[in-house]
């Protein structure tokens, strides 16, 4: 019989797939047991500095999600406590001093609320310049759409009324 120290995971997931230096992000996490099923936590997010930037727990099974808006050469680790008491310390990923974040929601009158973000860094290779706006289910590019990003926030409002069922990936 082997002892095991940590007999629980967390994993983070900045939206949009990367954290952006001073960007603010949602970002998911999922904690699981051993078996892989999802475990209830609470958490602190500390910087490497060692201030606390904000707590958080599980909304169900182990998922849930806060907000960090990264500084640039700072690292940040979250200490995960388990509702049984165990508890692990884990990094986030880091972030990149260049790039862009991206964000979606449905409206209810069945449109596609799309924000991307970016930083100072970021914006002058990116002003004015010709992007594709993915949104694509398993198996099917569903929409294509030509978007400029001309400022550290952009917004676009996409109609989703012929898009078919299912979960979406806007790219």
Known sequence: IQEVENDFDINFFPEGGSLIDNVSSTVAFKAVNLSGKGC??????????????????????????????????????????RSDGAIIE????????????????????????????????????????????????????SNITEIQITSLVNNFLLSVDDFPNGIMRVT
């Open 40 to 81: 209830d936590v609470t958490g602190e997010l500390f910087s490497s500095s060692g201030d606390l930037i904000t707590t958080f727990k599980s909304i169900h099974l182990g998922m849930g999600y806060f907000t960090l808006k990264p500084v640039p050469g700072i690292s940040y680790t979250a200490i995960v406590k």
């Open 90 to 141: 884990t990094g986030l990923p880091e972030s990149l001093p260049t790039g862009v974040t991206i964000s979606a929601f449905a409206t209810l009158d069945k449109k596609l609320f799309v924000t991307i973000n970016t930083n100072e860094e970021s914006l002058p290779s990116l002003n004015g310049r010709n992007l594709d706006l993915s949104c694509s289910l398993p198996n099917l590019i």
